[in-house]
C-alpha cells in the first residue's frame, strides 16, 4: 500500500524553531510537497521538493532525502499564525497522496 | 492569480436526496480538477480525478454512481451526491491545476451536512 506518516501534533511557543517529519512509502515519486490548512480553510500550497536537498522560503523551508523516503518542513521564528494542520504530499503520477497530517500548536 | 471557488459553501439535505456542489477556476483553466473529502481532524482523501471533456477517474473504494462528477469545462467541474446518507456528510474540498501537478489550487470547502 502507500503510506505518508507524520506525527500527529507537534506544540512550540513563539519565536521558536519546529520541525514537521514525514516518512512515504509510496509506488510512485515525482516529489514531495507541503500544504498548511488553518481549520475549516482550505490547504494552501507552502513548498515542493523534486530533488534531494533543503529548499527555503521565507521563514519555511522543506528537505528532502529520496533514499530514505523522508522530507521534513521546518518553521522558524514561529508566529501564533502559524497554528494550523501541515500536510505532506507525494506526487505520484498525476496525483497528490497526502500525509495524515500534523497539527501545530503555537503558545505565547 | 489561481483562485478556486467552490459553491455552496455548506449545505444541509435529507437523507435520500441530491446535492451538487460546484467548483470553479475563476482566473485560469484548469486542465485537471480533483475532488477530495475530509473527516474532522484527518487528512484529505482523494475521491477522484477530473479532466475537462472526459470521464472522472475514481479512486479504489469511492461509488461512482454516487458521487457524479462531471467536468464540463476548463474552469467547471461539479459533483452530485446522490441519494445522500448521513455518513456521506463531510467537508469536501475541489482542487485544480493547470501544470505541474505538484502545485494544486484548493477551494475553500463544502460543508455537507445530511440528516
Known amino acids: 500500500g502507500q503510506s505518508l506518516e507524520q506525527p500527529s501534533e507537534v506544540t512550540a511557543v513563539e519565536g521558536a524553531i519546529v520541525q514537521i517529519n514525514c516518512t512515504y512509502q509510496t509506488s510512485g515519486f515525482y516529489g514531495l510537497s507541503w500544504y498548511q490548512q488553518h481549520d475549516g480553510g482550505a490547504p494552501t500550497f507552502l513548498s515542493y521538493n523534486a530533488l534531494d536537498g533543503l529548499e527555503e522560503t521565507g521563514r519555511f523551508s522543506s528537505f528532502l532525502s529520496r533514499s530514505d523516503s523522508y522530507g521534513y518542513l521546518l518553521l522558524q521564528e514561529l508566529q501564533m499564525k502559524d497554528s494550523a494542520s501541515y500536510f505532506c504530499?507525494?506526487?505520484?503520477?498525476?496525483?497528490?497522496?497526502f500525509g495524515t497530517g500534523t497539527r501545530l500548536q503555537v503558545f505565547p | 492569480g489561481a483562485v478556486v471557488s467552490q459553491h455552496p459553501s455548506w449545505v444541509i439535505c435529507k437523507s435520500g436526496t441530491s446535492v451538487k456542489i460546484e467548483c470553479r477556476s475563476l482566473?485560469?483553466?484548469?486542465?485537471?480538477m480533483f475532488w477530495y473529502r475530509q473527516f474532522p481532524k484527518q487528512s484529505l482523501m482523494l475521491m477522484a480525478t477530473?479532466?475537462?471533456?472526459?470521464?472522472?477517474?475514481?479512486e479504489q473504494g469511492v461509488e461512482k454512481d454516487k458521487f457524479l462528477i462531471n467536468h464540463a469545462s476548463l474552469t467547471l467541474s461539479t459533483l452530485t451526491v446522490t441519494s445522500a446518507h448521513p455518513e456521506d456528510s463531510s467537508f469536501y474540498i475541489c482542487s485544480a491545476r493547470t501544470s505541474g501537478f505538484y502545485e494544486q489550487y484548493f477551494g475553500p470547502g463544502t460543508r455537507l451536512t445530511v440528516t
Open positions: 504530499a507525494v506526487g505520484n503520477t498525476d496525483k497528490l497522496i
Open positions: 482566473d485560469f483553466q484548469a486542465t485537471t
Open positions: 477530473s479532466n475537462e471533456g472526459s470521464k472522472a477517474t475514481y
